[in-house]
């Protein structure tokens, strides 16, 4: 029964891809069956067949791999059916997506708001790591980020504040030419591991992701093999060695074999698929969690408060409540552990709660992909960005989506505020 699963969600992602590329020809769409795939087929079949789990793994735990399975096939089913409906539904709009439109603000006003998210950026560093010189030293982001969790997580978003305008200036002239795009690329990497010292690996990969697919979509890439492997082989190492920067360690590639040497990321990579080691065990134990009965989405309106604004607001992150309760205080350094959006779903309310956050999940991603077919390059990048961004959170909840999603609406709401005063100075390049 176990195999029989693994082929139907395989055979299930290739089936709906198929068939959402032939309608909409959308290369970046298609990621979100790719990493259905790994998480509901690959990473279940090397854990079934070949023992691969995490050293914390409670091996009973595998007897609930089939019930994982069957979410995991009935949530691809309703949302790629719920996709293709929100898609050719002429009343799902992306008037959101115009809050990613700059085109009306002025080079000066866009240097303004840098250079103001990068004060802001720096001095909410300051105060997380006490230290003016932060950028100097080595740290543990991954600890330091967590040490925020006890009513100071918002440190953590007005640190990474820095890279959206640049994102903006660099989208302005996209067009130019490639040096220039490299140049900007290599200077937002220099900030994201500066400046902002993220502890998430996800904006390196997402912005190389999002130029990639940009490029494909107007026709100055070619979706070759060649393009695929070379690029696919960046981004892998990019994320190997930004874990190796968020735990403050280093590599010495010299005390490596050579002929394993290439293979390291690609293990790496596939050792951080912890959300079907963890998902499982929670299915395995659901009888120990009461129906969520979706009462944390409905709470998102006040998660994105600061405690420090509203100090009797209740807890909200789901992820680390279950985390606490599954596995116990202080479990791995006092870190947060996930479990995918469709076991989430079947937390929420059984399998009624994963059709519900399937056709939920669904929605947020065809208002993306609607802003992706845009003229408007800035609605296009960020769109691309963005559903990169839902499509890394599918390893979380989709109340951890939402709370993201409301936030990253606020930012822009708060940039274009900020742009609008100096909107008529114009200064040309």
């Known amino acids: 029964m176990t195999i029989l699963l693994i082929i139907a969600n395989a055979i299930a992602c290739i089936f709906f891809a198929t ?5 909409h020809s959308n290369y970046a769409l298609m990621l979100v069956f790719a990493w259905h795939f790994v998480l ?5 079949l090397l854990m079934f067949k070949y023992d691969l789990y995490l050293f914390y793994f409670d091996k009973e735990a595998i007897t609930s791999i089939n019930l994982y399975l069957f979410i995991g096939l009935l949530f691809i089913t309703i949302f790629s059916i719920g996709l293709l409906f929100w898609v050719n539904n ?7 997506t115009k809050l990613f439109n700059f085109n009306k603000h002025s080079f000066t006003s866009l240097v303004l708001l840098t250079a103001i998210f990068i004060a802001i950026s720096y001095i909410a560093n300051v105060v997380k790591y006490h230290d003016f010189l932060y950028f100097y030293k080595s740290y543990n982001l991954f600890e330091v980020t967590m040490n925020q969790a006890q009513g100071s997580w918002y440190l953590n978003v007005l640190a990474s504040l820095s890279v959206l305008p640049m994102m903006i200036l660099m989208i302005r002239y996209i067009d130019r030419n490639y040096v220039f795009v490299i140049i900007a690329v290599v200077v937002l990497f220099c900030m994201l591991f ?6 998430s690996r996800t904006e390196y990969a997402v912005l190389l992701l999002s130029i990639f697919f940009y490029y494909i979509s107007i026709g100055r890439l070619r979706l070759r093999i060649i393009n695929v492997i070379l690029f696919g082989f960046i981004i892998i190492n990019v994320l190997f060695f930004a874990n190796l920067a968020r735990a403050g360690l280093s590599l010495n590639l010299s005390t490596l074999d050579r002929q394993y040497s290439l293979l390291v990321p690609l293990l790496s990579l596939l050792t951080d698929l912890n959300p079907v080691d963890c998902g499982i065990m929670l299915l395995h134990n659901r009888y120990q969690f009461d129906w969520l009965l979706f009462k944390y989405i409905l709470l998102t309106p006040i998660a994105i408060v600061p405690r420090a604004l509203l100090p009797f607001k209740p807890d909200t992150g789901i992820e680390a409540i279950i985390t606490t309760k599954l596995f116990g205080e202080g ?3 006092n870190s947060t552990q996930t479990f995918t959006i469709p076991v989430m779903g079947y937390m929420n309310a059984g399998y009624v709660g994963v059709i519900v956050i399937a056709i939920l999940f669904s929605l947020l991603t065809s208002i993306l992909y609607k802003g992706m077919l845009s003229d408007n390059k800035y609605i296009k990048i960020f769109s691309i960005y963005y ?4 499509l890394s959170l599918y390893r979380t909840s989709f109340e951890t989506a939402v709370v993201a999603f409301m936030t990253i609406a606020l930012l822009f709401v708060l940039m274009h505020l ?3 005063p100096l909107k008529r100075i114009r200064i040309r390049l």
């Open 19 to 23: 068939i959402c590329f032939k309608k």
């Open 40 to 44: 509901y087929s690959l990473k279940p």
């Open 90 to 96: 002429k009343n799902v709009c992306d008037r959101a």
């Open 194 to 199: 500066y400046i902002n010292k993220t502890a």
């Open 331 to 333: 479990f791995y350094n």
């Open 387 to 390: 559903l990169m961004v839902l």
């Open 418 to 420: 900020i742009c609008y």
